[in-house]
């Protein structure tokens, strides 16, 4: 099906670099054509991903069956003023907090629109794509690049975001832990991996076994008289998940607050 699409994207900065590298790295040979609002990632990704760079956006669009729309919220005007889409196009945002209600007033005759939150680190080939609508065309075209979810509402949709935010925050607390390992004498590079390494086989391993709950597989592991249980005990006892917790409820109500 991506083989067979052409994609234009509305937008070219980084959020296109890493959607084009995750559709690209998953075997698409769609035809992708981009704005040169940014000059220099629309040629990297003319000369690392094989896409067109058009003359500008009405350019863009007319050329595609697919559109992505990639900019900030105060440019979605701008963006798509001086020109109209055809009733079968479809237009896909990436725009936080522009409902599709809104996009629908300045994209004019499109009748699919579907928004998606996905992560940065979608480029690595462990995509996932949180849309909203549900729509066939959208996931058959995403589905070879990761993992698809649709959202019963938009504003169940809208808590993707937090998702997306605690992608970037975990960066964080890993750098933490590599820096505690370093301490014990550990070089970067191997506290990196360290860190890292169990951390990717802690998810996968979570994703790849779905009947279990992960309070179930923790309990599984941190059993009495292991170490597991002794750290597991101290983290608790630290109360560390409240300041998560707390990070999510500001972003939610920062979101709602937005988008009102």
């Known amino acids: 099906m991506s083989d067979e699409m052409t994609l234009?994207?509305?937008?070219?900065?980084?959020?296109?670099?890493?959607?084009?590298?995750?559709?690209?790295?998953?075997?698409?040979?769609?035809?992708?054509?981009?704005?040169?609002?940014?000059?220099?990632?629309?040629?990297?990704?003319?000369?690392?991903?094989?896409c067109l760079i058009a003359e500008d956006n009405a350019a863009v669009a007319k050329s595609s069956k697919i559109v992505l729309l990639a900019v900030r919220p105060p440019d979605v005007v701008s963006a798509l003023s001086g020109f109209q889409?055809?009733?079968?196009?479809?237009?896909?945002?990436?725009?936080?907090?522009?409902?599709?209600?809104?996009?629908?007033t300045h994209a004019g005759r499109v009748r699919r629109i579907v928004?998606?939150?996905?992560?940065?680190?979608?480029?690595?080939?462990?995509?996932?794509f949180p849309i909203y609508p549900e729509d066939d065309l959208v996931r058959s075209f995403l589905t070879p690049a990761g993992i698809v979810t649709s959202f019963a509402s938009e504003e169940e949709f809208g808590t993707a975001l937090l998702g997306a935010c605690l992608s970037g925050w975990l960066y964080?607390?890993?750098?933490?832990?590599?820096?505690?390992?370093?301490?014990?004498?550990?070089?970067?590079?191997?506290?990196?991996?360290?860190?890292?390494?169990?951390?990717?086989?802690?998810a996968n391993y979570a994703m790849e076994t779905p009947g279990r709950s992960l309070q179930e597989i923790s309990d599984s592991i941190a059993t009495d008289g292991t170490y597991t249980l002794a750290g597991l005990n101290e983290l608790l006892g630290a109360?560390?998940?409240?300041?998560?917790?707390?990070?999510?409820?500001?972003?939610?109500?920062?979101?709602r607050g937005a988008e009102r």
């Open 8 to 50: 234009g994207i509305i937008g070219a900065g980084s959020f296109a670099a890493y959607f084009v590298a995750s559709l690209r790295r998953s075997g698409s040979k769609a035809e992708i054509s981009v704005s040169p609002r940014n000059r220099q990632i629309a040629e990297h990704l003319a000369a690392n991903h094989g």
């Open 239 to 255: 109360v560390p998940f409240s300041g998560w917790r707390s990070a999510l409820d500001t972003v939610e109500k920062l979101r």
């Open 85 to 104: 889409f055809e009733p079968d196009q479809t237009l896909i945002s990436a725009v936080a907090g522009v409902s599709c209600n809104e996009l629908k």
């Open 172 to 202: 964080a607390f890993f750098d933490d832990l590599v820096k505690t390992f370093q301490k014990y004498g550990i070089s970067e590079e191997v506290a990196r991996q360290l860190v890292l390494a169990n951390v990717r086989g802690t």
């Open 115 to 128: 928004r998606i939150m996905p992560a940065a680190y979608i480029e690595t080939g462990l995509g996932f």
